[in-house]
């Protein structure tokens, strides 16, 4: 797809997307040593960036050395960076007791809960996320899911984006989701449809299959008849239509414009863009 723009063609906003860092308590490990290349990327290329948005598996066990690194990780580039908002992963919570990997979480990135929503210029972002511990799938309890309808109402235009974010994909769309690979993971796959079926405008981004952006569906076409998926790659590692490990570390940066969003792959080893995940998706143009 087409990313060029005129030069007076300024975007609206700009912000990044990573996923599955992965933060281990070693400090040389090779995913910490990626999450501070793309945070060192982001440093450097970002500029006017309105934000990090993180779509889970910030640790890689949920453990408080983990977190403590995280942090570390962050504050050595928290000067030129924007704020990160997280989204919980099931690495982040499956592996211990409920309420204490949640404590944890909500203490050590500041988020409130499992689901929470910001209004950034102008611009609706929705953050999803499991109200279970399950070692890989995601519960979204009913109360999430009507909190979920009427976030999605407050914005009455349908020709502006809503960016939702959550950390497993779901079934039979994104790279990784097919039912056969078991790394979709959302329990109530069929409502979550259903209520973005009656949202097209949403683009929903999401992570957990760590597969590499440069497959041909990494992006989920909606047809005005659904919301437009993503996948998100991993910074931590990555995985291939082989069904294998690969080394490296992926994420997207964002353009909003007032009639189309770009989203641009950026391979964060190399400082390169992914020429084979550049998209747009148009909107009709709207006053912002």
């Given at each position: 797809?087409?990313?060029n723009t005129?030069?007076e063609?300024?975007?609206?906003?700009t912000?990044q997307?990573?996923?599955?860092t992965h933060?281990?308590?070693?400090?040389?490990?090779?995913?910490?040593l990626?999450?501070?290349?793309?945070?060192?990327?982001?440093?450097?290329?970002?500029e006017?960036?309105?934000?990090?948005?993180?779509?889970?598996?910030?640790?890689?066990?949920?453990?408080?050395?983990?977190?403590?690194?995280?942090?570390?990780?962050?504050?050595?580039h928290?000067?030129?960076?924007?704020?990160i908002?997280?989204?919980?992963?099931?690495?982040?919570?499956?592996?211990g007791i409920?309420?204490?990997r949640?404590?944890?979480?909500?203490?050590?990135?500041?988020?409130?809960?499992?689901?929470?929503?910001?209004?950034?210029?102008g611009?609706?972002?929705?953050?999803?996320?499991?109200?279970?511990?399950?070692?890989?799938?995601?519960?979204?309890?009913?109360?999430?899911?009507?909190?979920?309808?009427?976030?999605?109402?407050e914005?009455?235009?349908?020709d502006?984006?809503i960016?939702?974010?959550?950390?497993?994909?779901?079934?039979d769309?994104?790279?990784?989701s097919?039912?056969?690979?078991?790394?979709?993971?959302v329990?109530?796959?069929k409502?979550l449809?259903e209520?973005?079926s009656?949202?097209?405008?949403?683009?929903?981004?999401?992570?957990?299959?760590h597969?590499?952006?440069?497959?041909d569906?990494?992006?989920?076409?909606?047809?005005?008849?659904?919301?437009?998926?993503?996948?998100?790659?991993?910074v931590?590692?990555?995985?291939?239509?082989?069904d294998?490990h690969k080394?490296?570390?992926?994420?997207f940066?964002v353009?909003v414009?007032?009639d189309?969003?770009l989203i641009?792959?950026?391979?964060?080893?190399t400082?390169?863009?992914?020429e084979?995940?550049?998209?747009e998706?148009?909107?009709?143009?709207?006053?912002?």
């Open positions: 797809m087409s990313t005129s030069p063609d300024k975007p609206v906003i912000f997307i990573i996923t599955d933060v281990t308590a070693n400090r040389n490990h090779e995913y910490n990626n999450f501070e290349l793309a945070l060192r990327d982001i440093a450097a290329h970002g006017g960036s309105s934000g990090i948005m993180h779509i889970g598996d910030v640790t890689d066990h949920g453990f408080s050395a983990e977190y403590k690194e995280m942090l570390r990780i962050i504050n050595q928290k000067a030129d960076l924007p704020d908002t997280f989204t919980l992963g099931n690495h982040d919570v499956g592996l409920w309420k204490s949640l404590g944890m979480y909500t203490s050590q990135t500041g988020m409130s809960g499992p689901y929470h929503d910001h209004w950034i210029n611009y609706h972002f929705i953050f999803l996320g499991t109200e279970k511990g399950l070692p890989k799938f995601c519960h979204l309890s009913s109360k999430q899911l009507d909190w979920l309808e009427h976030k999605l109402g914005q009455s235009s349908p502006q984006p960016f939702l974010f959550l950390h497993q994909p779901l079934k769309t994104v790279a990784g097919l039912e056969s690979q078991d790394w979709y993971g329990t109530q796959d409502e449809k209520i973005l009656r949202h097209p405008q949403t683009l929903l981004f999401t992570g957990h299959t597969w590499e952006l440069e497959v569906n990494t992006m989920h076409p909606g047809h005005g008849e659904m919301a437009t998926m993503f996948n998100a790659a991993s931590a590692y990555l995985w291939t239509n082989e294998k080394t490296g570390s992926q994420g940066y353009e414009f007032r189309k969003v641009r792959g950026r391979d964060f080893k400082g390169t863009w992914i084979a995940a550049q998209y998706v148009a909107y009709t143009a709207v006053n912002v």
